[in-house]
């Protein structure tokens, strides 16, 4: 069935009477219309059979309306954008159930391939964690062993806003690797978070361990 040949089914705005059956429709009432009798009911117009898929899913409707043999499209008129608007269809019940059969198993398909790419996004992230890792073991060539997986895993967490999310860390610069080890040992080896639970403000806690920090980060720089 081509478009120019779609059957329509209005979502009526006013009392309607079938031109057919002579019943009295009320308002809101679900018409077909001809140019011989105006307004049919959908029973009149052998459109009852069909049951009513409504809009919100573009696959299930398209495969719906594929597998029908007949169809209507249902449409209501919207007075704030002054136009019919599309509900959703009227298809048969048998191309209902084969068309959500069709889009249950597109679903497990979506599932695994969303497993397999979560899969892949761990692996990919567990290997950028390693060469971050190396990173900070070339930088800090005397960082105790082990600690430096640990800075890795702290900096690069997901959406953690942290410095090894950012552009610069994903390219190993060695000023983001810095911030990285920086931060490490401000929160680790030093009174710098007890010093801001006790309402000292951040620059000012950063200013009174600074030297401490800078003590390791030269310790961790020196060759063995």
């Known amino acids: 069935m081509s478009t120019a040949e779609e059957f329509k ?56 309306k594929k597998y029908s043999s007949l169809y209507a499209v249902v449409l209501k008129w919207s007075r704030a954008r002054k136009r019919y608007e599309r509900q959703g269809l009227l298809v048969q019940k ?37 060469q971050f890792a190396e990173r900070i073991r070339e930088l800090y060539s005397n960082v105790p062993k082990g600690r430096e997986i640990k800075i890795a895993e702290h900096a690069c967490q997901k959406y953690s806003g942290r410095v090894g999310r950012s552009a610069a860390a994903k390219a190993f610069d060695e000023s983001a690797v810095d911030l990285a080890v920086i931060a ?39 060759e063995n």
């Open 94 to 130: 048998e191309a209902i159930d084969k068309a959500e059969d069709e889009c249950l198993k597109d679903a497990d398909i979506r599932e695994r391939r969303r497993l397999r790419e979560a899969e892949k996004r761990v692996e990919l992230d567990q290997e950028f964690i390693r």
């Open 184 to 222: 490490h040992i401000r929160h680790t080896m030093t009174e710098y978070d007890e010093l801001l639970s006790r309402g000292f403000d951040r620059y000012e806690a950063r200013d009174m361990v600074e030297e401490k920090v800078y003590g390791v980060l030269e310790e961790w720089r020196k």
């Open 9 to 64: 089914v209005f979502i009526s705005h006013r009392e309607s009477i079938c031109g057919e059956c002579k019943e009295d429709l009320g308002n809101h009432a679900w018409i077909f219309l001809t140019r011989e009798k105006g307004a049919l009911c959908l029973s009149c117009a052998d459109l009852d059979h069909l049951e009513f898929l409504p809009s919100g899913d573009m696959a299930l409707t398209i495969r719906a």
